[in-house]
């Protein structure tokens, strides 16, 4: 006998659209645009080898008697280049694709590894407390004392300068500049989770599993820690933000992405030495696009802290 339909479990995608999160999000027009904005520039950005129209760091299709050509719009432009090109020849449109997708997996993956580090520091510290709990937070205070960017620069200097000379490649550049934002940014996570693990950890579940024999790295990972996640997805939201303008303001300083993996932030180091000499689309269009990505990100990380509050509904 086949099942009916009303005792078949229903879908990720069908309990997703009957949650309150998509009610709250759909009923947000901010956030729909936001939402809009950021899934077309991630689109665009991790679909650059086959979206963008140009392969703008491959020499064999660069020609330097392109350089420093204007936008279509403008008399001199030409068709095949939306937005203009460099001083090298390259399309601005397509490094703005691929640039953006250096710029995506620093911010993302620098937040990831923050926040893992972060909410394991922060639930150990919360639930074992004492002299460990003391030490972690000591040296939180102690990190706050310090801007976030002045940390990664620091911390990214000295991992350079202790490497070999000759591995400095491209991906360990990328992993050293992903490590240093993340080191620079575990406190708040850490600070969050602390605070409520310490409120998690005397209620009455968590004594129940005590008596009963549970172990505490069981009781942590598996009951205090799914409680605590709420806060931590709006600040990872939010940090995400944060983590790709600083790796822009890093790349702009000379110290984080190398030339040979664009992102936003060279572009506009490179385009700021043309500016005054007119070629004001070598800096514009990656700011506009640095903006318009971490604007829309920031907007999602409000709608959804609004969301995952009660008290703010």
Same mark, same amino acid.
């Given at each position: 006998?086949?099942?009916?339909?009303?005792?078949?479990?229903?879908?990720?995608?069908?309990?997703? /659209?009957?949650?309150?999160?998509?009610?709250?999000?759909?009923?947000?027009?901010?956030?729909?645009?936001?939402?809009?904005?950021?899934?077309?520039?991630?689109?665009?950005?991790?679909?650059?080898?086959?979206?963008?129209?140009?392969?703008?760091?491959?020499?064999?299709?660069?020609?330097?008697?392109?350089?420093?050509?204007?936008?279509?719009?403008?008399?001199?432009?030409?068709?095949?280049?939306? /937005?203009?090109?460099?001083?090298?020849?390259?399309?601005?449109?397509?490094?703005?694709?691929?640039?953006?997708?250096?710029?995506?997996?620093?911010?993302?993956?620098?937040?990831?590894?923050?926040?893992? %580090?972060?909410?394991?520091?922060?639930?150990?510290?919360?639930?074992?407390?004492?002299?460990?709990?003391?030490?972690?937070?000591?040296?939180?205070?102690?990190?706050?004392?310090?801007?976030?960017?002045?940390?990664?620069?620091?911390?990214?200097?000295?991992?350079?300068? /202790?490497?070999?000379?000759?591995?400095?490649?491209?991906?360990?550049?990328?992993?050293?500049?992903?490590?240093?934002?993340?080191?620079?940014?575990?406190?708040?996570?850490?600070?969050?989770?602390?605070?409520?693990?310490?409120?998690?950890?005397?209620?009455?579940?968590?004594?129940?599993?005590?008596?009963?024999?549970?172990?505490?790295?069981?009781?942590?990972?598996?009951?205090?820690?799914?409680?605590?996640?709420?806060?931590?997805?709006?600040?990872?939201?939010?940090?995400?933000?944060?983590?790709?303008?600083?790796?822009?303001?890093?790349?702009? %300083?000379?110290?984080?992405?190398?030339?040979?993996?664009?992102? %936003?932030?060279?572009?506009?180091?490179?385009?700021?030495?043309?500016?005054?000499?007119?070629?004001?689309?070598?800096?514009?269009?990656?700011?506009?696009?640095?903006?318009?990505?971490?604007?829309?990100?920031?907007? %999602?990380?409000?709608?959804?802290?609004?969301?995952?509050?009660?008290?703010?509904?």
């Amino acid at each position: 006998m086949q099942p009916s339909a009303r005792t078949r479990p229903r879908s990720a995608l069908q309990r997703l /659209l009957d949650s309150d999160l998509y009610d709250s999000f759909r009923r947000t027009p901010t956030a729909i645009v936001a939402g809009v904005v950021a899934l077309v520039m991630i689109i665009g950005a991790f679909g650059a080898p086959w979206l963008a129209p140009h392969e703008p760091y491959n020499l064999a299709t660069v020609s330097l008697s392109d350089a420093l050509l204007p936008p279509v719009w403008i008399e001199e432009g030409q068709a095949r280049y939306l /937005l203009g090109t460099d001083d090298q020849g390259r399309d601005v449109l397509s490094t703005l694709l691929y640039g953006s997708r250096i710029s995506l997996l620093v911010g993302i993956a620098s937040v990831a590894l923050a926040m893992l %580090l972060g909410v394991a520091l922060g639930l150990i510290s919360g639930y074992v407390g004492g002299r460990l709990d003391a030490f972690i937070m000591r040296v939180a205070d102690v990190q706050l004392s310090f801007p976030a960017i002045l940390i990664a620069l620091l911390i990214d200097g000295v991992v350079r300068t /202790l490497l070999p000379s000759g591995s400095h490649s491209d991906t360990l550049v990328v992993a050293v500049l992903v490590g240093s934002i993340a080191l620079a940014n575990w406190v708040q996570y850490a600070r969050t989770v602390r605070g409520s693990t310490l409120v998690e950890k005397n209620k009455e579940y968590v004594q129940a599993a005590r008596v009963i024999g549970v172990s505490p790295v069981r009781i942590m990972f598996r009951h205090v820690l799914p409680n605590s996640l709420g806060p931590v997805l709006v600040i990872a939201t939010i940090n995400i933000a944060q983590a790709i303008i600083t790796e822009a303001t890093l790349s702009f %300083l000379g110290v984080g992405v190398p030339p040979t993996s664009p992102s %936003l932030g060279t572009m506009i180091n490179s385009g700021n030495n043309f500016l005054y000499s007119g070629e004001w689309w070598l800096v514009i269009f990656p700011g506009a696009a640095l903006v318009l990505l971490c604007m829309s990100v920031n907007l %999602l990380g409000d709608w959804l802290r609004d969301a995952l509050n009660p008290r703010l509904q």
